[in-house]
């Protein structure tokens, strides 16, 4: 989408995550490669940038699983393993774990190299209607290559 530069997944953003997704049956999935960029303490994955990857991927759960959009309302995030910013790679996974009304209660888990669990988030995410989304944000929907 034309001037569309999140911090997250944007692939046009210089300075950001570009995070890609894909469906692991219930879940939604990104490989990410941490890189020194996005250190805290020295050679340290920032809690922040973990945050960051945790709450996109539950957007990304909204848009793929309900068709959706909407606002991340609460992210409670455990950090349980450091995280270097020399790993080839983390895995970033997340889920819908019930649905209320509006309220979308989420979880993700960050995994490293050794899929070791890392950091996790429990979420809430309020979400508005498909039809609110596709008229007042111009949300498309979120299919795959072969629907």
Same mark, same amino acid.
């Given at each position: 989408?034309?001037?569309?530069?999140? $911090?997250?997944?944007?692939?046009?953003?210089?300075? *950001?995550?570009?995070?890609? $997704?894909?469906?692991?049956?219930? =879940?939604?999935?990104?490989?990410? !490669?941490?890189?020194?960029?996005?250190? *805290?303490?020295?050679?340290?994955?920032? *809690?922040?940038?973990?945050?960051?990857?945790? =709450?996109?991927?539950? *957007?990304?759960? +909204?848009?793929?699983?309900?068709?959706?959009?909407?606002?991340?309302? !609460?992210? =409670?995030?455990?950090?349980?393993k450091r995280i270097s910013t020399d790993e080839p790679q983390l895995t970033i996974r997340g889920r819908i !774990?019930?649905?209320?009304?509006?309220?979308?209660? #989420?979880?993700?888990? +960050?995994?490293?190299?050794?899929?070791? #669990?890392?950091?996790?988030? =429990?979420? +809430?995410? $309020?979400?508005?209607?498909?039809?609110?989304?596709?008229?007042? $944000?111009?949300? !498309?929907?979120?299919?795959?290559?072969?629907?």
């Amino acid at each position: 989408m034309e001037g569309y530069m999140c $911090f997250a997944c944007s692939s046009d953003n210089p300075l *950001g995550l570009h995070m890609e $997704f894909y469906e692991d049956g219930d =879940d939604v999935v990104a490989v990410w !490669k941490p890189n020194k960029y996005y250190q *805290g303490w020295q050679n340290t994955l920032h *809690g922040g940038i973990q945050c960051t990857l945790m =709450d996109e991927i539950g *957007g990304w759960v +909204i848009i793929r699983k309900l068709q959706t959009t909407g606002v991340t309302s !609460k992210l =409670d995030a455990r950090f349980m393993k450091r995280i270097s910013t020399d790993e080839p790679q983390l895995t970033i996974r997340g889920r819908i !774990k019930e649905v209320r009304f509006n309220a979308v209660y #989420l979880e993700a888990e +960050i995994y490293n190299s050794q899929n070791v #669990l890392c950091s996790r988030a =429990d979420m +809430i995410y $309020f979400v508005i209607t498909p039809e609110r989304a596709k008229k007042e $944000f111009s949300f !498309k929907g979120c299919i795959t290559e072969d629907e």
